[in-house]
């Protein structure tokens, strides 16, 4: 399985991108939870988005400008990045598991079997 993520570059801050994943070697359906992870220079990598069968999750930092939405047809998520920030500066690395897992456990990077290579985010002020 393999995880290809676009998209990424470099932007002005209040300007948008959208990342995209898309898998080969497994089909991902409704039933597997996919996410969206970052990491910025220093930084541990952190949660930001996930996408379920019960719906989508965020985190704190990016609800309200960021949207995940999944193409099953293409085998492929996307992030939707909007009124970007300088802070939002990262490596976005996308993953995906075989099948769903609890709410409180979609935001933890080691619920997540499969990663792409990551695509970096930079956004200037």
């Known amino acids: 399985v393999q995880l290809q993520a676009s998209g990424g570059g470099l932007v002005q801050a209040g300007g948008s991108l959208r990342l995209s994943c898309t898998a080969s070697?497994?089909?991902?359906?409704?039933?597997?939870?996919m996410a969206w992870f970052r990491q910025a220079p220093g930084k541990e990598r952190e949660f930001v988005a996930a996408?379920?069968?019960?719906?989508?999750t965020y985190a704190d930092s990016v609800r309200g400008r960021f949207t995940i939405s999944k193409d099953n047809t293409k085998n492929t998520l996307y992030l939707q990045m909007n009124s970007l920030k300088p802070e939002d500066t990262a490596v976005y690395y996308c993953?995906?598991?075989?099948?769903?897992?609890?709410?409180?456990?979609?935001?933890?990077?080691?619920?997540?079997?499969?990663w792409g290579q990551g695509t970096l985010v930079t956004v200037s002020s």
């Open positions: 070697g497994r089909t991902f359906t409704s039933r597997d939870d």
């Open positions: 993953a995906a598991r075989n099948g769903r897992i609890i709410h409180s456990h979609r935001s933890r990077a080691e619920s997540f079997e499969y």
């Open positions: 996408s379920s069968w019960t719906g989508s």
